[in-house]
Antibody, heavy 123, light 107 residues
Framework: EVQLVESGGGLVQPGRSLRLSCAASGFTFDDYGIHWVRQAPGKGLEWVSGISWNSGYIYYADSVKGRFTISRDNAKKSLYLQMNSLRIEDAALYYC????????????????WGQGTLVTVSA | DIQMTQSPSSLSASVGDTVTITCRASQIFNSILNWYQQKPGRAPKLLIYEASSLLSGVPSRFSGRGSGTNFTLTISSLQPEDFATYYCQQSYSSPWTFGQGTKVEIK
């Protein structure tokens, strides 16, 4: 069974940093691109960042470019999101999401989602 | 960036009804358009990919079609478990944007 379990969320002040993690199981982790998608309370879905199976391709939404860094450790079957210079508008539930297609990155379909980790940004 | 606009933003329907949700893109792209269902307090679920391909295990009352800039999700014979929010998402180019969502409520 595919499982994606996020952790690392919490309450943080504006301008501070937070590191999210996602532990994967139930599939060959190093064959799939993985993404972060967020959802502010009561709002819609926003794609944040994605990384290909071999870390060769990394993309960011303009809203987080230069502040967030995505990375993965295939040996540990884990995905990370380093979030620096956090803003009020970064507050959201952050989902770790798996691409459906093996060794494919340019047109992701998100077939498995974690339950999310909540990031609250407040003074 | 490709902007995705869904309509309506919400709708009310009864069990057994057929409902159609529209997703319009700000520019023409190939049919790599996906549909997701999200229930309150739950993570989204992929229903349809590449505009019309039903994910394994998704009931056949869900169908998708479209090309160019206009896409639709149709739910035939609405069931109680279908009341949820639906999102389209383009996979043509990064950033891989979502529509704002359509909430399907019980009339």
């Amino acid at each position: 069974e595919v499982q994606l379990v996020e952790s690392g969320g919490g309450l943080v002040q504006p301008g501070r940093s937070l590191r999210l993690s996602c532990a994967a199981s139930g599939f060959t982790f190093d064959d799939y691109g993985i993404h972060w998608v967020r959802q502010a309370p009561g709002k819609g879905l926003e794609w944040v960042s994605g990384i290909s199976w071999n870390s060769g391709y990394i993309y960011y939404a303009d809203s987080v470019k230069g502040r967030f860094t995505i990375s993965r450790d295939n040996a540990k079957k884990s995905l990370y999101l380093q979030m620096n210079s956090l803003r009020i508008e970064d507050a959201a539930l952050y989902y770790c999401v798996k691409d459906m297609v093996r060794r494919h990155f340019t047109s992701p379909r998100f077939d498995y989602w974690g339950q999310g980790t909540l990031v609250t940004v407040s003074a | 960036d490709i902007q995705m606009t869904q309509s309506p933003s919400s709708l009310s329907a009864s069990v057994g009804d057929t409902v159609t949700i529209t997703c319009r893109a700000s520019q023409i792209f190939n049919s790599i358009l996906n549909w997701y269902q999200q229930k309150p307090g739950r993570a989204p679920k992929l229903l349809i990919y590449e505009a019309s391909s039903l994910l394994s295990g998704v009931p056949s009352r869900f169908s998708g079609r479209g090309s160019g800039t206009n896409f639709t999700l149709t739910i035939s014979s609405l069931q109680p478990e279908d009341f949820a929010t639906y999102y389209c998402q383009q996979s043509y180019s990064s950033p891989w944007t979502f529509g704002q969502g359509t909430k399907v409520e019980i009339k």
